[in-house]
């Protein structure tokens, strides 16, 4: 069971640690890093996991790849298929259903300046 993905009830921890909700689904956004990092500590005392929702934003799935890859219990990346124009996500590769996470500084993209601050494009400020 799976839930806690919009504005889960205080007593929402009371359930998991009852055994009622085996999988924590907080939005990433919402919640924040910080956050993840706390709860995933906390969950590893028993038996629930983590999969932060993250459906909607393709760049966050880099984000929650990371934090998958640091953590024990983390149980599911929401993330569907697509590609983005201006995004090199070099060394980024899914095999056999497993995403591979490259060991590259931030986020682990960068992206392509000649496709930023045309007309009808974004700006890059630095």
Known sequence: MADGEFA???YF??????????VVQHDFR??????????AARLEKGPARCAPHCWGSYIERFHHA?????IPNYA???????R??????????????ILQVPDTPGAGF??????????GGFVLSV
Do not use: C, K, N, Q
Request: charged content about 25%; glycine content about 10%; proline content about 10%.
């Open 8 to 10: 889960p009830p205080p």
């Open 13 to 22: 921890f009371s359930l998991v640690e009852e055994g009622l909700i085996d």
């Open 30 to 39: 919402f919640e924040g890093l910080s956050w993840w990092r706390a709860t």
């Open 66 to 70: 990371h934090f998958a890859a640091s």
């Open 76 to 82: 599911l990346l929401e993330a569907a298929p697509a």
């Open 84 to 97: 983005m124009p201006g995004l090199i996500a070099e060394g980024w590769e899914l095999r056999e259903g």
């Open 110 to 119: 960068d992206v392509d300046p000649s496709l930023f601050g045309r007309d």
